[in-house]
């Protein structure tokens, strides 16, 4: 069988397969913590479960609905929107797709040419480069600094006169990190300067920590938001990550053409995962607000320790989402290794503990940690990986470094 060009440029998701690797360790008998994945662990709240159950019960979601999804879960999309950004779209200008995922990729394929350049800071989600090389365009990347954020000076020395496209995620995964209004504003004016369309991917707008604030790219001004394609769901606010529900609000016109491609390739999300948003975005937040405050108490439980293993640097505290993301090039050296590719197998083989190299981000040399595990299972892990790391500086002291076997 030959296989087409396109699929052959594209790799497996880093994530998923460092997530898979852990999780059949843990059927063999093995116990690792899974620090790789990226969702939430705890279960769907119970009145969105108990609306999905309801709407079966009353044989709502036996049938095919818009491709672009119910009018009624648009139109409670349309009021989260309202009441979290203030901002009004207009049901017309919201589709529903199977997960934020979903969104991304149609997005990319409604906005990008064969050649055309989509910006994309490094470092960033593993999906978007390989969503935009399937739409046939060319991932550019933008350089952060210490804090993980581009700027206008960064996005100056990344810009060519192709560039269509740029993707901001705040909070953003793998980092953590949360642009404030002053630079949201600065990036847009610089979008709209030279006429780049901005995706906002706020699938962790609600997960901020530490008064820290969210603020959405559409939010800063009319002028910005025109030129803003706004991405959204439910997967990580509502641990929602099984039911494949997301959203894109825009232009009307940008709708329909996203609209024709789902109507021709994923056909509608799941009919009943519909019934389960629309309890989501209408519910009283309450659900989230707790899950929001038992994230925050773990980042600032391990954040303090994680800081201490010897080898792992983090010059910001992050903010926002459930990732740390370590710099570990001191820890690679102490190790004996070569890159973090070989510390993250390191870490799975000896010290049990399930991690991503940062590499699948467009940053060798540091780590992504997941916090969505429990207390318990975060202080083991962070416990191992600092019982694994501290040998080396024991074998240091003793003089030679080398790697345990045991
Ligand atoms: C930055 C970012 N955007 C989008 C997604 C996709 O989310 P979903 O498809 O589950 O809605 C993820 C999931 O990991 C993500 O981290």
């Not at 880093?14 to 913590?33: F, L």
């Not at 108990?50 to 139109?75: V, W």
Request: aromatic share 8%; with cysteine.
């Amino acid at each position: 069988m030959k296989f087409s060009d396109r699929a052959m440029q594209v790799t497996p998701s880093a994530t998923v397969k460092v997530s898979n690797t852990a999780k059949a360790m843990i059927r063999k008998g093995i116990e690792v913590i899974n620090l790789g994945i990226g969702e939430p662990d705890f279960k769907t709240p119970k009145v969105i479960a108990d609306a999905a159950i309801k709407a079966i019960q009353d044989g709502k979601t036996s049938f095919y609905t818009p491709a672009s999804g119910l009018p009624q879960l648009k139109e409670a999309i349309a009021e989260r929107i309202k009441k979290d950004c203030g901002v009004i779209y207009p049901v017309d200008q919201i589709s529903v797709t199977n997960g934020a995922k979903m969104a991304l990729y149609v997005l990319m394929q409604v906005l990008v040419d064969q050649g055309s350049e989509v910006l994309l800071p490094r470092p960033s989600w593993v999906s978007y480069k390989q969503q935009v090389l399937l739409a046939g365009g060319k991932p550019v990347v933008v350089e952060t600094g210490d804090d993980f954020k581009i700027t206008t000076k960064t996005l100056d020395d990344a810009v060519s006169r192709d560039a269509k496209v740029l993707v901001i995620n705040s909070p953003q995964n793998p980092t953590g990190t949360v642009y404030s209004r002053d630079e949201l504003e600065a990036i847009g004016k610089w979008a709209v300067l030279h006429n780049v369309t901005l995706i906002a991917d706020d699938i962790y707008g609600k997960l901020m920590y530490n008064q820290n604030q969210f603020v959405s790219l559409i939010q800063i001004s009319d002028e910005i938001a025109a030129s803003t394609v706004l991405v959204n769901g439910v997967s990580k606010a509502y641990s929602m990550t099984g039911w494949r529900i997301g959203y894109v609000a825009g232009a009307p016109e940008l709708i329909s053409k996203v609209n024709a491609i789902l109507s021709h390739s994923t056909g509608n999300p799941a009919t009943v995962s519909q019934y389960a948003a629309i309890a989501a975005f209408e519910s009283d937040q309450t659900e989230v607000e707790s899950m929001r405050v038992a994230f925050e108490e773990r980042l600032n439980t391990i954040y303090p320790l994680v800081q201490k293993i010897p080898g792992f640097k983090m010059a910001v505290k992050p903010q926002g989402a459930f990732y740390l993301f370590p710099n570990v090039q001191e820890a690679i050296k102490l190790a004996g290794v070569n890159t973090s590719g070989e510390l993250v197998d390191l870490l799975l083989d000896k010290a049990h503990v399930a991690v991503v190299d940062g590499d699948a981000f467009g940053m060798p040399g540091y780590l992504r940690l997941s916090y969505a595990a429990s207390l318990k299972d975060l202080l083991t892990a962070v416990d191992r990986i600092t019982k694994f790391m501290n040998q080396f500086l024991k074998k240091q002291v003793s003089g030679g470094i080398g790697i345990e076997t045991n």
